[in-house]
């Protein structure tokens, strides 16, 4: 790309980060982020996103953390609750309780519907064996009246689309469909 006297655009760029992420190329992600203005792009969200999540994934939290509160563009839920994730993957209780303060002060006017930063956050005080905090969260889900929100997947099988609702054996009550066999589908 660098070689080329093509000059990379926003989505390429988006998608060269995304992939130093998933390849674990931290040091190369940084170098090129740090040259959108070479290339004459504004960074987004998106690649702040991409960014947070490469930082993240190595479990350079803190690093993370610090991107997000001096981005040039206004952090969403999306890559705060990225980076929560990110705090329960490496068991960083006191980097998920900063994190989760950014993202009630994003809610300062509302109440979150967010299920997952409620769990997420009730998960990493569980597993810091922090049970009263872990509680208060279920406790605060409860009350807000945040449910959640089941495992759903979609098959494609050349018929009507179908949805698969999983629930554990013990009960809960989803509605699962009915996906017919493949000897059952006229056709097939």
């Not at 995304?18 to 004459?40: P, Q």
């Not at 206004?74 to 006191?94: F, K, M, T, Y």
């Not at 009630?104 to 967010?114: A, K």
Request: some cysteine; overall charge negative; glycine content about 8%.
């Amino acid at each position: 790309m660098e070689c080329s006297d093509q000059k990379p655009n926003a989505i390429t760029l988006l998608a060269v980060l995304g992939a130093c992420t998933h390849g674990g190329f931290v040091d190369e992600g940084l170098r090129i982020f740090n040259k959108f203005d070479v290339y004459g792009v504004a960074a987004a969200v998106e690649h702040y996103g991409c960014l947070v999540d490469l930082l993240a994934c190595a479990g350079r939290l803190r690093e993370a953390y610090e991107i997000v509160k001096n981005m040039l563009v206004q952090p969403n839920e999306v890559i705060w609750c990225s980076l929560l994730g990110a705090c329960r993957v490496h068991g960083d209780a006191e980097m998920s309780e900063l994190v989760s303060s950014e993202i009630h002060q994003l809610h300062s006017c509302r109440v979150s519907t967010n299920d997952a930063e409620y769990i997420l956050l009730s998960n990493i005080m569980a597993s810091s064996e922090r049970w009263e905090q872990a509680g208060r969260m279920r406790r605060k889900m409860a009350l807000h009246g945040v449910g959640k929100t089941p495992g759903c997947s979609s098959v494609e099988l050349d018929v009507p689309e179908q949805q698969v609702h999983v629930a554990p054996r013990w009960g809960l009550n989803t509605h699962a469909a009915k996906i017919p066999f493949l000897g059952d589908t006229p056709g097939l």
